[in-house]
T-cell receptor, first 109, second 117 residues
Framework: DAKTTQPTSMDCAEGRAANLPCNHS???????VYWYRQIHSQGPQYIIH???NNETNEMASLIITEDRKSSTLILPHATLRDTAVYYC??????????FGTGTSLTVIP | SAVISQKPSRDICQRGTSLTIQCQVD?????MFWYRQQPGQSLTLIAT?????????ESGFVIDKFPISRPNLTFSTLTVSNMSPEDSSIYLC??????????????FGPGTRLTVT
């Protein structure tokens, strides 16, 4: 079963930062937090992952709270192409994923 | 990275029949996974397929309904047997690849959209 909860939907103005929250209060010490997104009619795409420290790559930043019970994915300058469903996944193995409901992000022109 | 193809991309089938979905990856991978995405829903893991061993099914999925083959390190098939309209979904395969600095990254295929009438 999914171990994460996310808001169902969010809107973000184009060019603004999109901050997508995720709660994972039952996360265990060795489990990673992964973020994937699914653009309509495509397979999910990897964005970023982390264990304890904040992480940044060319796509996004991941902020994990000190107690690791929640995290936030940040898209620094959202574009229309970032409109998608974003999934926060907690996984020990990094492969067998139990997806939650995700957040449907709509970037508004 | 990995390039994954699935065949067919979509199909419309009659209830009671079976459909075999193929998943081909352009590099050798140890683990392949099959997911189902029902209309308007999130993805659900069906099973894990390792080459040379029986697939491992998640709760609620059984081999008789979703037999899986994994004949080599680049290919797998999922069969949806004795289909009913409730099987109408997108079926996706995925693979795990190690990636420098990332630990593992999972790549998903484009999916097979199945409609059962």
């Amino acid at each position: 079963d999914a171990k994460t909860t996310q808001p169902t939907s969010m809107d973000c103005a184009e060019g603004r930062a999109a901050n997508l929250p995720c709660n994972h209060s039952t996360i265990s010490g060795n489990e990673y937090v992964y973020w994937y997104r699914q653009i309509h009619s495509q397979g999910p795409q990897y964005i970023i992952h982390g264990l304890k420290n904040n992480e940044t790559n060319e796509m996004a930043s991941l902020i994990i709270t000190e107690d690791r019970k929640s995290s936030t994915l940040i898209l620094p300058h959202a574009t229309l192409r970032d409109t998608a469903v974003y999934y926060c996944i907690v996984s020990l193995t990094g492969n067998q994923f139990y997806f939650g409901t995700g957040t449907s992000l709509t970037v508004i022109p | 990275s990995a390039v994954i193809s699935q065949k067919p991309s979509r199909d419309i089938c009659q209830r009671g029949t079976s459909l075999t979905i193929q998943c081909q990856v352009d590099s050798q991978v140890t683990m392949m996974f099959w997911y189902r995405q029902q209309p308007g829903q999130s993805l659900t893991l069906i099973a894990t397929a390792n080459q040379g061993s029986e697939a491992t099914y998640e709760s609620g999925f059984v081999i008789d309904k979703f037999p899986i083959s994994r004949p080599n390190l680049t290919f797998s098939t999922l069969t949806v047997s004795n289909m009913s309209p409730e099987d109408s979904s997108i079926y996706l395969c995925s693979v795990e690849l190690p990636k420098v600095g990332v630990r593992y990254e999972q790549y998903f295929g484009p999916g097979t959209r199945l409609t059962v009438t």
